[in-house]
C-alpha cells in the first residue's frame, strides 16, 4: 500500500514538473506529503523539516551551491584551514572520456559532484569492467538531482566526477560493515546533536542519535523499513571533541547544517555538508525531536 502511494506520488510529482504546472514549492508539499503522510504549512514553520524547506525557498542558498559540490566544498575546506581533514583526491573530470583510469590505484571511489548516495566504490582495479563503469557514471552525470526532491541548490551545481581515496572501513566500531558516519548537527554554528549512520546495507541501515556528552537517544529515532536502531549503542569516538571543533568551523555563519564526517583509525576524515538533510522530509525521527531540532534556530 504504502510504495503504492509512494509510485502515484512520484508520478504526479513527475507529470506536474514535467508539465511545468506545479513550482519547486509544490513539488516540496508533496514530495512532504508522501514521506510525512501530512500536508505541510511552509508559511509558518515550526520543526525542521518545515523550516529547511522555507530556507530553501527564502535564504540565500549560493553558499550552499558551493558547499554542497564535492569538488568546490575541497576549496571551503582549505579556506577554513581544515585541508587536513580532505581525503585524498585522485582526479576531477567533467566527462567519463577524461578519466585516466591508469592513473588510479587498486582501490578507490568514484562520485558524481552533484549527487547523493550515487558512487562507484572499486575494491580491485584489476577486476573492474571499465565499459560498465562508464556508462554507469554517464548515466549519473546526466541526473538533474534536486529537481524532483526538490532541493534547488543541486541543480545549480555543474555535475562532474571525483575520485577519492576508498577509505578502511575494516576497524570500524561494533563490527560496523561499513564507515560510520558522523553526522553532526550544528545551528548558528554549534553542535547539538550527532547522528550515526552504520553497518550500510543495499536498502538499509542503522540509525543512532547521541547528544554531545554521548548519551545515547533510541525514543527519538522512528524506526522505519530502511532505518532501523543498532542492537548496541556506538561508542564516544576517540576524536569527538577534534569533531565538534570542525564542524563548528564549517558551520560558522549558517542557521542550520549538517556536516559529516568519518573516524579511521585515530584521524578525522570530512564526508560532506548537508543542508536539506533528506531533503526536508526526514520520517525516521520521532515528531518531539523533529520539534526539539527546530526549536534550535530561528528564521529571519
Known amino acids: 500500500m504504502k510504495k503504492a502511494l509512494r ?5 504526479i510529482i513527475g507529470l506536474l ?16 506529503l508522501e514521506m510525512m503522510r501530512r500536508w505541510p504549512d511552509f508559511n509558518h514553520p515550526r520543526d525542521i523539516n518545515e523550516k529547511i524547506n522555507w ?3 527564502h535564504e540565500d542558498t549560493s553558499l550552499w551551491v558551493i558547499c ?3 569538488y568546490a566544498v575541497r576549496g571551503f575546506l582549505k579556506s577554513k584551514g581544515l585541508e587536513k581533514y580532505l581525503v585524498k583526491l585522485y582526479g576531477h573530470w567533467g566527462d567519463t572520456s577524461e578519466i585516466d583510469w591508469a592513473s588510479l590505484p587498486d582501490k578507490f571511489i ?3 559532484t552533484n549527487g547523493s548516495g550515487d558512487v562507484l566504490i572499486c575494491e580491485d582495479k584489476s577486476s573492474l569492467d571499465i565499459k560498465s563503469a562508464e556508462k554507469h557514471l554517464s548515466t549519473l552525470l546526466k541526473k538533474r538531482y534536486g529537481a524532483l526532491s526538490a532541493e534547488p541548490h543541486y541543480t545549480k551545481i555543474k555535475p562532474s566526477l571525483i575520485a577519492e581515496e576508498l577509505l578502511d572501513s575494516s576497524t570500524q566500531p561494533c563490527g560496523s ?7 553532526i548537527w550544528c545551528f548558528n554554528g554549534k553542535p547539538a546533536y550527532i547522528m550515526c549512520c552504520s553497518n550500510r546495507k543495499a536498502g538499509s541501515l542503522e ?4 547528544d554531545l556528552e554521548w548519551t545515547y537517544h533510541p525514543e527519538y529515532i522512528r524506526t522505519t523499513q530502511h532505518y532501523i536502531r543498532p542492537q548496541r549503542p556506538i561508542p564516544r569516538p576517540e576524536c569527538l571533541n577534534e569533531m565538534l571543533s570542525v564542524s563548528s568551523l564549517l558551520a560558522e555563519g549558517f542557521p542550520e547544517v549538517r556536516v559529516d564526517l568519518y573516524q579511521v583509525d585515530g584521524k578525522v576524515y570530512f564526508g560532506e555538508m548537508t ?4 531533503g526536508g522530509f526526514m520520517n525516521y525521527y520521532t515528531q518531539d525531536f523533529l520539534n526539539v531540532l527546530g526549536n534550535m534556530f530561528a528564521l529571519e
Do not use: E
Not at 275 to 278: G, K, L, P, Y
Open 275 to 278: 543542508f536539506t538533510s533528506a
Open 110 to 112: 568514484i562520485k558524481p
Open 207 to 210: 540509525l543512532s542519535v547521541y
Open 68 to 70: 554542497s559540490d564535492k
Open 7 to 11: 509510485s502515484i506520488i512520484w508520478g
Open 55 to 57: 530556507l530553501k525557498f
Open 177 to 183: 560493515t561499513s564507515l560510520i558516519d558522523y553526522k
Open 17 to 32: 514538473a514535467k508539465l511545468r504546472i506545479v513550482n519547486q514549492v509544490g513539488v516540496a508539499k508533496l514530495k512532504y
